[in-house]
T-cell receptor
């Protein structure tokens, strides 16, 4: 069935270092891969997304890579800052209109 | 543009009761999805409505149902509540254009079943 695996479940990095979160998806029909950030007590907010016809996308300190053959996609955050501490969710869409989320990664930025 | 809104924000019910949650999407958005969020389980997909039709369904029992109105507002109903239904229920709306879509989430309804 449709599944999105996300690793690690918890990640602690020193402020200024990079963080990488990895996801795999099961259905080859998936064509849209968003990443959401959820701060404590708040709603999930889209931070970056990538479509299946693109291999990499970057937005300032955030980048996402997609390997369609291996069904892998990853989130990279460089020069981490305290405000990056949150739970991050990857997701994969299945047309028409279904989006399956991973179980989330709790990112801690250490001072 | 006003964001996605959900009512009520908090709800306390007892086992066996039923509950109805409401979601108003961003103006112009025709797709509304519902998710259940619990610690450690992430966001679990309940169902998605598009133009008043349920287009997708997750793996939840029939006690969970929903509907969408002609103005795209959506309601979710849970009957015969169980303790395990305690969770944050999030809805998200999107334009659903092209081969991908950006979902915008509401603040959620936190349901506690006693």
């Amino acid at each position: 069935g449709e599944n999105v695996e996300q690793h690690p479940s918890t990640l602690s990095v020193q402020e200024g270092d990079s963080a990488v979160i990895k996801c795999t998806y099961s259905d080859s029909a998936s064509n849209y891969f968003p990443w959401y950030k959820q701060e404590l007590g708040k709603r999930p907010q889209l931070i970056i997304d990538i479509r299946s016809n693109v291999g990499e996308k970057k937005d300032q300190r955030i980048a996402v890579t997609l390997n369609k053959t291996a069904k892998h996609f990853s989130l990279h955050i460089t020069e981490t800052q305290p405000e990056d501490s949150a739970v991050y969710f990857c997701a994969a869409s299945l047309p028409p209109g279904k989006i399956i989320f991973g179980k989330g990664t709790r990112l801690h930025i250490l001072p | 543009k006003a964001g996605v809104t959900q009512t009520p924000r908090y709800l306390i019910k007892t086992r066996g009761q039923q509950v109805t949650l409401s979601c108003s999407p961003i103006s112009g958005h025709r797709s509304v999805s519902w998710y259940q969020q619990t610690p450690g389980q992430g966001l679990q997909f309940l169902f998605e409505y598009f133009s008043e039709t349920q287009r997708n369904k997750g793996n939840f029992p029939g006690r969970f149902s929903g509907r969408q109105f002609s103005n795209s507002r959506s309601e979710m109903n849970v009957s015969t509540l169980e303790l395990g239904d305690s969770a944050l229920y999030l809805c998200a709306s999107s334009l659903d254009t092209g081969d991908g879509k950006t979902q915008y989430f509401g603040p959620g309804t936190r349901l506690l079943v006693l």
